[in-house]
């Protein structure tokens, strides 16, 4: 594995900028593969063994997602919306799972490890440097019980919803009356009053030489916004 420094500098470019999450989560993901013994995890060989579950949608994710290469689109990155800055960290040919928590005590210790400088941020970029694992993290071993349709690869499940014929892959339907229902039409999910609209350029495909962009408030934009509305 590249040094921390280095994977730092990398992760805080792909990211956007550099901030302690950054600093938590590239060390974050450093310890989480030493723990399931993987030195590379961006090599092809290994990161087909590599799954993370990462358990807050903050920066710390975007460095953990960018040191061990994992991806929503691979299916090696899953998101677990527990709102804690933690990731499990499994090692599918092994079976060893590690949980890597970053520990609250953390940020109220940065001025000891930093006392020479007296800004938050700055305070705690140094400090989250300097500490050592054992006060930065908490770890446990734990197990992981992956479904089939879980891991990497093709769909293995696909089921019609019984309300509105939507193919759902990978058991993420729900049961309503022993029927399987999408999960928007479970009531369920994230968002509520779905209903089907039409919009300017309908027909456009990404062959097309260019797209004439419409100014807000001009008839044009009107228009279009009227036939979503």
């Not at 990155?77 to 520990?103: H, P, Q, W």
Request: glycine residues 6%; charged residues 30%; aromatic residues 6%.
């Amino acid at each position: 594995m590249q040094a921390f420094e280095t994977l730092l500098d990398e992760s805080a470019r792909a990211h956007g900028h550099l901030c302690p999450g950054q600093v938590v989560g590239v060390r974050m993901a450093m310890l989480g593969c030493r723990l399931i013994d993987l030195d590379e995890p961006t090599r092809r060989d290994q990161i087909k063994k590599l799954i993370v579950y990462v358990e807050m949608d903050r920066c710390t994710a975007d460095a953990v997602a960018h040191v061990t290469g994992v991806k929503l689109g691979r299916r090696s990155l899953k998101f677990v919306d527990y709102g804690i800055m933690a990731a499990t960290f499994l090692n599918l040919e092994t079976g060893k799972a590690y949980r890597v928590i970053s520990t609250e005590d953390a940020r109220d210790l940065t001025a000891i490890y930093a006392p020479d400088i007296v800004e938050k941020g700055p305070r705690q970029l140094a400090a989250y440097r300097r500490m050592p694992d054992s006060v930065l993290f908490r770890v446990q071993k734990v197990r992981v019980d992956l479904d089939e349709c879980d891991l990497p690869g093709p769909t293995r499940r696909k089921v019609a919803c019984s309300i509105c014929g939507q193919t759902i892959r990978d058991r993420r339907e729900a049961l309503v009356d022993d029927y399987p229902v999408c999960r928007p039409c479970s009531g369920t999910c994230y968002f509520r009053n779905a209903r089907e609209v039409s919009w300017s350029g309908i027909n456009w495909t990404p062959g097309e030489a260019s797209t004439r962009i419409v100014k807000p408030g001009s008839a044009s934009s009107a228009h279009r916004l009227s036939a979503i509305d």
